[in-house]
């Protein structure tokens, strides 16, 4: 397990960020504005999932949210607060493959009128 910390990406003027490998399990700190940026470069799709440590009334899981990282595509998907653990305070992240084709970066902006 592998945490992503997270680069900031609010300035006005653009930012570089800096992808690395995907693990087969990673953490971050979600939050407002919070967003994991995915590549894969692979010949095949890459089940990410964002584990979800919600329940409602009392004992009902909220299912985890399943994405398709599709061959030769770069996402960006948010992680608001919902998906840190009680517990860790981080939010899980999963990949059914990784390798150096498969890269991941956390960042934070700021919201832009």
Do not use: K, W
């Not at 990410?48 to 409602?56: C, D, Q």
């Amino acid at each position: 397990m592998s945490l992503m910390t997270r680069q900031d990406a609010s300035a006005l003027a653009g930012t570089a960020i800096t992808f690395t490998q995907a693990t087969a399990s990673d953490t971050l700190v979600g939050g407002q504005c919070v967003h994991l940026l995915l590549t894969n470069t692979s010949g095949s799709t890459v089940t990410v999932t964002i584990v979800t440590p919600e329940t409602v009334e009392g004992s009902l899981a909220v299912a985890d949210r399943v994405i398709s990282l599709l061959t030769a595509t770069t996402m960006e998907i948010p992680v608001p607060s919902r998906y840190n653990d009680p517990t860790t305070g981080l939010a899980t992240v999963t990949f059914s493959a990784t390798g150096a084709t498969i890269t991941r970066a956390a960042v934070q902006t700021t919201p832009q009128p």
